[in-house]
């Protein structure tokens, strides 16, 4: 025989133990449903643990990527050494397919002119490039400026090495021009008896040799830039050429550095971009993520609520949050058989969500949906849509013809 302390429970005094048996009991039973539901409600172990274990989802997924990222990284750098290697020969495979001709040293000379004059506009806007492959005995370009000296620049792509007859041409070339300073290029071979930069004087005229120049523009320019400085000197005879050449060979490592650090700044650029693109992918997802813990939390609280408010009701025959009269199929019958287009819609809504075995109530010209004699949403007929409104989730959803077959996905929402 349980022993009740009245200090504890001094209501206990009004009742008559023998008579009061049957009252005594419920509020019993009353007592532990509540506690016991109570620390249910209480218990956020649940939801702390699905919102962890997402949390450890996205961040075993972000890590996976970063990996990949790395790895992509490495490829990159491996593969763009041999992308840059095959690009002349990949340029003039294109070349020869649309032409339907082999590489012919006409066609390879028009493009080394082509690829020069161009470059020479470019890095030179406020100076005039003028072409003179046409003009007799004259070389390909002529680089005019205002502040310094024109120069002459004959360009060669030849698959052989140039033989020294093409540099004999080029000198008298200079003497009929009269043109002081001259810069010969071959872009795919050597030139014969010079060096990269070599420097020659002749007949109080210099000429700068760029063998190999391989389409590097880079070199170009450093052509052009020494030549107008040393033009810069009034007397040619004091400079030492070979110097000159010497270092003309350190600067160009230099350019090298320069264009590897070009080539890692444009990778850089676009990794950035990427890692961009899957920052913004992963917050979404994130986002996402958290709306549906946002929801899936709610409705836990709202299945709570519902089962405390169910087990009162039971227990002291609590009535009915509402007393009205379901509908039924037969009751929405006529929206079916109506010329009002949204009444039509209506009641395939209505249908759908009756066949979802869920309750619906016709209220002040509204129809209220109910699972477990809760009110969990309502239809509010408007002139031109259809209003659905989630209670449980605070949500509204403007339900017409262009929609209404997404009824079954609003319905799960319940």
């Given amino acids: 025989m349980l022993r009740i302390d009245t200090q504890i429970n001094p209501w206990i005094d009004q009742f008559n133990i023998e008579e009061d048996k049957k009252i005594l009991n419920n509020l019993l039973n009353l007592g532990y449903n509540v506690s016991k539901l109570a620390s249910i409600s209480n218990n956020n172990d649940y939801i702390l643990e699905f919102i962890k274990m997402n949390s450890d989802t996205i961040t075993n997924s972000t ?162 830039i020494s030549l107008r400085k040393i033009s810069t000197y009034d007397n040619n005879n004091s400079i030492d050429f070979d110097l000159i050449t010497q270092k003309a060979d350190e600067i160009l490592e230099i350019l090298k550095s320069l264009d590897t650090l070009y080539e890692n700044i444009t990778k850089m650029k676009y990794e950035l971009l990427k890692n961009k693109k899957n920052i913004i992918d992963n917050l979404d997802n994130i986002h996402s993520t958290y709306l549906e813990n946002e929801v899936l939390i709610k409705n836990i609280i709202v299945q709570i609520k519902n089962r405390i408010e169910n087990r009162l009701n039971s227990i002291l025959n609590i009535a009915s949050e509402t007393d009205n009269k379901y509908v039924t199929f037969q009751d929405i019958n006529y929206l079916g058989e109506s010329k009002n287009k949204l009444e039509n819609i209506l009641h395939v809504a209505l249908c759908k969500i009756l066949s979802s075995n869920f309750n619906l109530v016709f209220k002040n010209d509204n129809y209220y949906v109910y699972k477990l004699e809760k009110c969990i949403a309502e239809l509010v007929l408007k002139k031109t849509i259809i209003k659905f409104n989630i209670i449980n989730c605070d949500i509204q959803i403007g339900i017409n013809n262009s929609n209404i077959i997404n009824i079954d996905k609003y319905i799960s929402l319940l």
Wanted: glycine share 4%; with cysteine; hydrophobic share 35%.
């Fill in 63 to 224: 890590n996976l990527k970063l990996q990949n990222l790395e790895t992509t990284l490495i490829n990159i750098q491996e593969n763009s050494n041999n992308m840059i290697n095959t690009q002349n020969q990949k340029f003039f495979e294109i070349i020869e397919r649309i032409s339907g001709k082999f590489y012919t040293s006409s066609n390879k000379g028009k493009i080394a002119e082509n690829f020069l004059y161009n470059t020479l506009c470019e890095l030179y806007p406020n100076d005039y490039v003028e072409m003179t492959t046409s003009t007799a005995h004259e070389s390909d370009i002529q680089l005019k400026s205002n502040d310094y000296p024109t120069m002459l620049i004959e360009s060669k792509f030849y698959s052989n090495p140039v033989p020294t007859k093409e540099i004999e041409k080029f000198k008298s070339d200079m003497d009929r021009t009269n043109i002081k300073y001259g810069i010969f290029i071959s872009f795919g071979t050597t030139i014969t008896g010079k060096n990269k930069f070599q420097i020659e004087n002749y007949n109080d005229k210099l000429i700068l040799y760029l063998p190999n120049a391989d389409f590097e523009i880079s070199l170009i320019s450093l052509a052009v």
